[in-house]
């Protein structure tokens, strides 16, 4: 199958940075689409930002401006740099990937999360 191996996440001031990454590996044809989801404590979880094969990408509108998805197909990485970084911004980051595993088999992989914490 495929694993999805996440870094980058810690503890931030707020108007900070921080570069979060995730690495996909495995049985791979093929990823479709590459996110980046948070889930704040006691809040569902959100998509913040999308990027497909075609590299055509989408952020939520309350990271617009701020967060930058990207990736290097190379590697299977697909990245999230996040500046001026807020308190509300504070989430559990999660990477997931749409892959073709075969030439007919499309499958969602999610990685375990990384702890994003925003605070002075």
């Known amino acids: 199958q495929v694993q999805l191996v996440e870094s980058g996440g810690g503890l931030v001031q707020p108007g900070g940075s921080l570069r979060l990454s995730c690495t996909a590996s495995?049985?791979?044809?093929?990823?479709?689409?590459m996110r980046w989801y948070r889930q704040a404590p006691g809040k569902e979880r959100e998509l913040v930002a999308s990027i497909t094969s075609a590299g055509t990408t989408t952020c939520a509108d309350p990271v617009k401006g701020r967060f930058t998805i990207s990736r290097d197909n190379a590697k299977n990485t697909v990245y999230l740099q996040m500046d001026s970084l807020k308190p509300e911004d504070t989430a559990v980051y999660y990477c997931?990937?749409?892959?073709?595993?075969?030439?007919?088999?499309?499958?969602?992989?999610w990685g375990r999360g990384t702890q994003v914490t925003v605070s002075s």
């Open positions: 495995g049985s791979i044809f093929s990823i479709n689409a």
């Open positions: 997931m990937n749409i892959v073709t595993v075969t030439r007919v088999d499309t499958r969602i992989f």
